[in-house]
């Protein structure tokens, strides 16, 4: 049995989202992640707590509860308007990719309705001379969001279905 592009999406949607939202309920109600940070993982990679005020790379801080507000609503109709091409899809690479995006969204939307902030976990960090990627805060959210995207452009180098001949 195959899953329509449809439900493909949906279940990506709700799978990010749960993975997210699941994640950051360990690791700030049962783990506590605030008395033990940081974890050292790796050389480059740490696990700490992070609130982002803003969107990637923390542009657009939103401190006051007008600037939140506001930057919620605008996700939120960015992600109403990823969901309708989600649900218009009759792609499955497209319609899984999109319900990445949205569901990650959802996710750190969902913090920012609830904290006030993205709360980020895992921090990428080098000494080498790699401008902004040198270091780099992210969660599970992002980091469905970016194999959406990465999953969009692949779906875009693909040639569209050939239609019926009559």
Request: glycine share 8%; aromatic share 12%.
């Amino acid at each position: 049995m195959r899953l329509s592009a449809r439900a493909l999406g949906l279940g990506a949607a709700a799978s990010a989202l749960a993975l997210d939202q699941g994640h950051k309920f360990f690791m700030l109600r049962l783990f506590d992640i605030e008395a033990h940070m940081p974890i050292r993982a790796t050389s480059f990679l740490d696990v700490t707590l992070s609130w982002n005020y803003g969107v990637s790379y923390s542009f657009f801080q939103a401190h006051d509860d007008a600037a939140r507000w506001g930057l919620l609503a605008f996700q939120l109709a960015v992600i109403a308007g990823l969901a309708v091409w989600m649900l218009r899809s009759d792609a499955r690479l497209r319609a899984g990719a999109l319900g990445l995006i949205v569901g990650g969204a959802l996710g750190n939307a969902a913090d920012r309705l609830h904290y006030g902030a993205v709360a980020d976990f895992f921090f990428l960090h080098t000494d080498l001379p790699v401008g902004p990627l040198a270091n780099y805060v992210f969660n599970v959210a992002d980091v469905a969001i970016s194999l959406g995207v990465f999953f969009l452009i692949i779906d875009s180098f693909r040639a569209p279905p050939q239609e019926a001949k009559a």
